[in-house]
């Protein structure tokens, strides 16, 4: 079963553009048309490409992060940490 819910901005209501998919147990946060963060059988993936495309899509990164995955990250060097330690990796999200 495939279920969209929708992240909220820091005033309550729903960011446009900013969703999660979720699949099954797995979960996706896509910006607009793009995957940037998966969480598949348990492991987190970003894309390699574009986790660390602008400060919005960070931001959103970040509370997909903590909401649906459990992960406290609240910066890029908190999560530059978890890739460099291994605990989250990079990969192609988005291939055609």
Do not use: H, P
């Amino acid at each position: 079963m495939v279920k969209i819910t929708y992240l909220y901005t820091s005033g309550g209501n729903v960011a446009a553009n900013q969703s999660v998919i979720n699949v099954g147990d797995d979960k996706y946060f896509q910006s607009y048309d793009t995957v940037i963060a998966a969480e598949e059988n348990g492991i987190i993936s970003l894309d390699e490409n574009y986790w660390n495309y602008s400060g919005t899509t960070s931001k959103y990164l970040y509370q997909f992060l903590r909401d649906y995955c459990g992960v406290k990250v609240y910066s890029k060097r908190d999560l530059v940490k978890l890739i460099k330690d291994k605990k989250v990796n990079l990969k192609n999200l988005n291939e055609d």
